[in-house]
C-alpha cells in the first residue's frame, strides 16, 4: 500500500471512530510505528486531523478539546524552541508582564531564569507553579473558576483583575490561528480572558507552534493584527509567514 493510500484509510478510521493510535494502526497497516507518526504528521500539516498524545483526533469533532497532558506532548521540540526565543522579548529587570494560559506558555515559565526579576501576572496555574520559587519574581495570581481541562482560571473574577493592569507585554497562547480567521479557542470562558489580557498589555507576543496555523475553534477571541509579534517554528513556511507579516506582525520561525 503506498503512504497517500494508508493516509486516506487512516483518515477514514479516524473520522469512523473518533480517534486513532500510533500502536494500532502500525500492526494494522504491518508498518513501523516511526511510518504512522509521519502519516499522522503529514494529515496534520493537511488540516485533516490533529495530533495528540500517541495518536490523532479528526479536524472539526465538536465540542473536543484535548487535556493538558494531550496538548503537551504534541508538538514538544517546538514548544521548547518557541519558549527559548521567547525569553529576549521579556522586560528588562522590573518590567512586568502576563503570562495566559498554554501549553507553551508553561513552558516560557519554565525557562525563566531563577534569578529573573519581573512582575508576573497569570491565571494559569501551571504557570504559577514554575515560577513559585524564583525569589525576584513577583508573583500575582489571578483567581476565578478553575477550568480542569488548562487549569485556568475564567469568569468574572479574571475579567475584573485584569481590567485594572497594565502590563509591559502578555505572552499569549492559542489554539489555533490563521490571516482569515484570526486567534480561536474552544471554549467562550477562555475566549474571554483571552481578550481581557489582550487588552491588558501594550505589547503581545503570541507563542503557537505551526501545527495551529489554519486551525479555526468554536470561540474566536482576536485578530492577528493585534499581535505585535508571533514566534512560531519553522514548520510555518515562509510564504505563509510573509503574509501574516504584510499585515503588520513580525514573525520569528525558531
Do not use: C
Not at 155 to 161: N, V
Amino acid at each position: 500500500m503506498y503512504a497517500p493510500e494508508r493516509q486516506q484509510e487512516i483518515l477514514r478510521i479516524a473520522q469512523e471512530s473518533g480517534r486513532v493510535d500510533v500502536l494500532s494502526l502500525a500492526e494494522e497497516f504491518q508498518v513501523t510505528a516511526e511510518t504512522v507518526r509521519r502519516d499522522l504528521k503529514a494529515l496534520d500539516r493537511a488540516g485533516l486531523l490533529r495530533r495528540v498524545h500517541g495518536g490523532a483526533i479528526p479536524v472539526g469533532r465538536l465540542g473536543f478539546e484535548p487535556d493538558l497532558a494531550e496538548r503537551d506532548a504534541v508538538a514538544a521540540d517546538e514548544k521548547d524552541r518557541i519558549a527559548q526565543a521567547a525569553l529576549a522579548e521579556l522586560p528588562a529587570d522590573g518590567g512586568n508582564v502576563i503570562v495566559d494560559a498554554g501549553t507553551t506558555t508553561a513552558r516560557l515559565a519554565a525557562a525563566v531564569p531563577v534569578d529573573a526579576t519581573l512582575t508576573v501576572v497569570t491565571h494559569a496555574l501551571p504557570v504559577a507553579a514554575r515560577l513559585a520559587d524564583h525569589p525576584g519574581i513577583a508573583l500575582h495570581l489571578v483567581g476565578g473558576r478553575v477550568r480542569h481541562r488548562t487549569r485556568a482560571a475564567v469568569d468574572a473574577w479574571a475579567l475584573g483583575s485584569y481590567a485594572e493592569i497594565n502590563a509591559d507585554v502578555v505572552f499569549l497562547a492559542t489554539n489555533g490561528f490563521s490571516p482569515d480567521n484570526g486567534l480561536t479557542t474552544p471554549d467562550l470562558a477562555e475566549a474571554a480572558v483571552k481578550r481581557a489580557v489582550i487588552r491588558a498589555a501594550r505589547r503581545v507576543v503570541l507563542l503557537a507552534d505551526s501545527g495551529k496555523f489554519g486551525q479555526e475553534h468554536f470561540a474566536r477571541f482576536g485578530d492577528l493584527t493585534e499581535v505585535d509579534l508571533l514566534i512560531t517554528d519553522t514548520g510555518l513556511s515562509p510564504d505563509d509567514a510573509r503574509s501574516i507579516e504584510s499585515r503588520g506582525t513580525e514573525v520569528v520561525r525558531a
